[in-house]
Nanobody, 114 residues
Framework: QVQFVESGGGSVQPGGSLGLSCAAS????????IAWYRQAPGNQREWVGG???????NYANSVKGRFSISRDNAKRTVYLQMDSLKSEDTAVYYC????????WGQGTQVTVSS
């Protein structure tokens, strides 16, 4: 089972940028499809986007064109670059295997406000 530690969150103004990292441990990381999720207070956890083992990405419509996911299998790390941030992007961001989620990490808080 793959386990994850998210980092890189913080506070940013609308229109700003932020990059998140997801450090993974466990077996067969290179073969897993990894997704980013987010959860705002009072809301269910929302799928943000994912990346396949060979680097093919897809995104929720709400973030398409603004967010970009990449991975470095040698470093066992997945990244989420967020540009043109909006207040509605405010949430705790998590990463996990897609389809067969493992244990959830603590997430990292992203706050977008002026």
């Amino acid at each position: 089972q793959v386990q994850f530690v998210e980092s890189g969150g913080g506070s940013v103004q609308p229109g700003g940028s932020l990059g998140l990292s997801c450090a993974a441990s466990g077996s067969l990381f290179r073969l897993r499809r990894i997704a980013w999720y987010r959860q705002a207070p009072g809301n269910q956890r929302e799928w943000v986007g994912g990346i396949s083992s060979d680097g093919v990405t897809n995104y929720a419509n709400s973030v398409k064109g603004r967010f970009s996911i990449s991975r470095d299998n040698a470093k066992r790390t997945v990244y989420l670059q967020m540009d043109s941030l909006k207040s509605e992007d405010t949430a705790v961001y998590y990463c996990n295997t897609e389809g067969r989620p493992g244990d959830w990490g603590q997430g990292t808080q992203v706050t977008v406000s002026s």
